[in-house]
């Protein structure tokens, strides 16, 4: 079965600081795999996704994220954070079964900025 | 374009009520979804929908949870009778699935409290 895991549950880090997102996916075949973004009161927002080609994918926002196949990983990264970037990130691995591909998340990294 | 339309956005509802979540998906889109979101359990997968066909609804919690796709533009979430552990935010996601790698689009949600 797919799984998602995202081992910091909440990260803090200074605006203009760097940041790094941990993602660790499990799944069988070669994985669709995704970031969402949720601001709090919001839906989620697609960031950047992965389905071939290039591991190295750049997303909206400055946003960008490398998929490691030997580690199973898809970490997010952005250079230089701003207090605007303060919201819950998701990482999602997509299924495709009878034609259609669902969206397994983890459980998601609370971003706090501090100014 | 309109994306994913939800309603009602905010309910407050008494235990032992009928709760019905109302989604609208994208034109065109031909993949639907129903999430729900907890503090506890994060974003859980209940059912989702190929053509108006459910395909899996195995994370569907109890029979008190129905959902129905009568057409294309639309379907609801129903849970009756409803019960204070069924709070939580519903989010309804809709995508073509007839290429690779489809994104998926997210509603702002229903932010249910029975009380």
């Known amino acids: 079965a797919q799984s998602v895991t995202q081992p910091d549950i909440h990260i803090t880090v200074s605006e203009g600081a760097s940041l790094e997102l941990r993602c660790n996916y499990s799944y069988g075949a070669t994985p669709y795999l995704f970031w969402y973004v949720q601001s709090p009161g919001q839906g989620l927002q697609l960031l950047l996704k992965y389905f071939s080609g290039d591991t190295l994918v750049q997303g909206i926002k400055g946003f960008e994220a490398e998929f490691k196949r030997s580690q199973s990983s898809f970490n997010l990264r952005k250079p230089s954070v701003h207090w605007s970037d303060a919201a819950e990130y998701f990482c999602a691995v997509g299924a495709r079964i009878q034609g259609a591909q669902k969206l397994v998340f983890g459980q998601g990294t609370r971003l706090t900025i501090n100014p | 374009d309109a994306g994913v339309i939800q309603s009602p956005r905010h309910e407050v509802t008494e235990m032992g009520q009928e709760v019905t979540l109302r989604c609208k998906p994208i034109?065109?889109?031909?993949?639907l979804f129903w999430y729900r979101q907890t503090m506890m359990r994060g974003l859980e997968l209940l059912i989702y929908f190929n053509n108006n066909v459910p395909i899996d609804d195995s994370g569907m919690p109890e029979d008190r949870f129905s959902a129905k796709m009568p057409n294309a533009s639309f379907s609801t979430l129903k849970i009756q009778p409803s019960e204070p552990r069924d709070s939580a935010v519903y989010f309804c996601a809709s995508s073509f699935s007839g290429t690779v790698g489809n994104t998926i689009y997210f509603g702002e949600g229903s932010w249910l409290t029975v009380v």
């Open positions: 034109s065109g889109h031909n993949s």
